[in-house]
């Protein structure tokens, strides 16, 4: 199991500077940090932060980054995952409590008892998942590389695909390969409202609908264009049109706004006019945790070795056949 180092608790308010931008990047060149931040976390984190991306992005600058201290502005799983790669570097979350639905629909034990069904698998693990689930899989993929990784595992070899069955049913459809599916999907990109959807496409008939293949498939079967949130902001940047809906966390919208701001960005609704186009574990992230954490640093991120070296033979094996 990995362990999370908390902090005391205590009142913060009063260790606030005034100006948050100028106090982070002091303290990011007093401990030679880098700050890592999702697509999906607020946009002053966003603007703060050294470089945002993807999850395939952002494990390859963990990888890469000669920070003695990582700062990541996402979920768990993510500074997991630089914590894997960089066993040796403190790896700081601003908020304890930013998980993950996804991979917490997805168990150690009960993946254990499931992948014991079928021991003849390979084990392709989406990286939205707990360093336990890593630790069991032989590959690991991200929605940027899933196809590209799937088309180079061996054909007489059956699959397991963990976490998220959507993201499972993309890639049986684009690479023609059986995938025995572990039933788990991601609270924000199964929400999203088809007959809203067909609303919005209704009042903007010339907008594009573009989609994370998270969504569930009767709202891809809407979408212009699928694809990781890296490849749905270059193609938003990329494509004349001037309207998009788009059908994933809406933090996006901040980066696209800023390559094409004369186009138009309409975050795709969910069910019941709910909020949950946003997810409350990426929002949990805020500039003043982010500044606290560098500040007192913690909280970190620490794990079992034998977990961490189990976990990192997968992660370096998609980080191989990604290039």
């Not at 362990?3 to 990011?28: C, G, H, M, W, Y």
């Not at 984190?45 to 990888?63: K, T, V």
């Not at 392709?124 to 991200?142: F, G, L, P, R, W």
């Amino acid at each position: 199991m990995f362990t999370i180092v908390r902090p005391e608790q205590s009142s913060t308010t009063s260790f606030l500077p005034n100006d948050l931008f100028i106090a982070i990047n002091a303290l990011k060149k007093e401990l030679k940090a880098v700050i890592l931040a999702h697509y999906y976390q607020d946009p002053d984190i966003q603007d703060i932060a050294d470089f945002i991306g993807d999850s395939l992005g952002l494990s390859q600058q963990a990888a890469s980054t000669n920070a003695e201290v990582i700062v990541f502005a996402g979920v768990h799983f993510m500074a997991e995952t630089a914590k894997i790669l960089n066993p040796d570097k403190l790896v700081l979350l601003p908020d304890l409590a930013a998980g993950c639905s996804l991979a917490d629909s997805c168990p150690p034990k009960e993946f254990a008892e499931f992948k014991a069904q079928y021991p003849n698998c390979l084990v392709v693990s989406y990286i939205n998942c707990s360093a336990e689930i890593k630790a069991m899989s032989d590959i690991i993929c991200t929605s940027s590389n899933a196809v590209k990784i799937v088309n180079q595992l061996p054909k007489d070899r059956p699959i397991i695909f963990a976490p998220d069955r959507n993201l499972g049913r993309y890639v049986m459809e684009q690479t023609g390969r059986d995938l025995i599916l572990w039933q788990g999907s991601c609270m924000v990109h199964e929400t999203f409202s088809e007959k809203k959807i067909v609303q919005l496409k209704i009042e903007h008939p010339d907008a594009e609908v573009i989609a994370h293949p998270e969504c569930e498939p009767s709202v891809l079967a809407h979408a212009n264009y699928i694809g990781s949130t890296t490849a749905l902001l270059q193609y938003s940047q990329q494509s004349p049109s001037r309207t998009f809906i788009v059908a994933t966390e809406p933090g996006i919208i901040h980066q696209m706004e800023k390559e094409t701001p004369d186009k138009l960005f309409i975050p795709a609704p969910g069910i019941d006019n709910c909020p949950c186009n946003e997810c409350p574990h990426m929002r949990l992230n805020t500039l003043e945790k982010l500044y606290l954490a560098m500040k007192f640093k913690t909280p970190e991120i620490t794990m079992d070795e034998s977990i961490r070296l189990a976990a990192l033979r997968p992660i370096q094996r998609m980080l191989e056949l990604s290039v």
